[in-house]
């Protein structure tokens, strides 16, 4: 887990109840077979560039064959770097909703899990971003990583609608976090005021 000091702020942050709770702020709590032991779950919004982030790993959006060509799966090919795309060709290609990590390359971040949400050139759905965003989740727990960043599956080059795609992807998080899990910090990385408002209602909702 980064120091504190080092790790980037929101204006959108929530602690959510691992275990469930009726209080007003989320506070996930993680027991133990032996001694509960209360650990904090913490969500944020971030309007940022995702390959800057201090984490263990970042999500992409990726099409099966991880062709990382154009938009945010371009940007981190491109910042990662020669050893992310010759990782990407090895592991390809891969199913619709499932995800595979490769290195981070010249990225702060350890792993960039690749998350199949389309078929090179196709359109994606809500049931293919729900399921990308728990094979994130599942691999991040998978590599002990204690902090993730997930960008918006699947709502640029996939044209999905930002509001569902938000709202699906909170309620994924959720659902992962109160069945328990590694991690301690997610990040909901995303550009422009549009993005980051979809994902703050989404957060805002109490369902």
């Known amino acids: 887990m980064l120091p504190a000091d080092r790790a980037p702020r929101s204006n959108c942050c929530h602690s959510v109840p691992r275990l469930g709770s009726n209080c007003h702020q989320f506070a996930y709590e993680l027991t133990s077979a032996k001694i509960p032991i209360p650990q904090m779950a913490e969500i944020e919004v971030l309007d940022t560039d995702i390959t800057t982030l201090e984490v263990d790993a970042i999500a992409n959006a990726a099409n099966t064959r991880l062709m990382h060509g154009g938009g945010v799966a371009g940007a981190i090919a491109r910042a990662g770097g020669p050893e992310l795309q010759a990782e990407s060709r090895q592991r390809s290609p891969i199913g619709l909703g499932e995800a595979v990590e490769t290195t981070g390359g010249a990225m702060p971040c350890r792993w960039v899990i690749h998350a199949a949400t389309m078929e090179l050139g196709e359109p994606t759905s809500g049931e293919i971003i729900r399921r990308a965003t728990a094979s994130t989740l599942t691999k ?40 328990g899990s590694g991690l301690e910090r997610v990040v909901f990385a995303v550009r422009g005021a549009s993005a980051r408002e979809a994902f703050e209602r989404a957060l805002a909702r109490r369902t």
């Open 140 to 179: 991040a727990d998978e590599l002990s990583a204690s902090s993730l960043a997930l960008v918006a599956f699947g709502t640029g080059v996939g044209g999905f609608p930002l509001d569902q795609a938000a709202a699906i992807e909170v309620e994924e998080v959720r659902r992962h976090l109160a069945a």
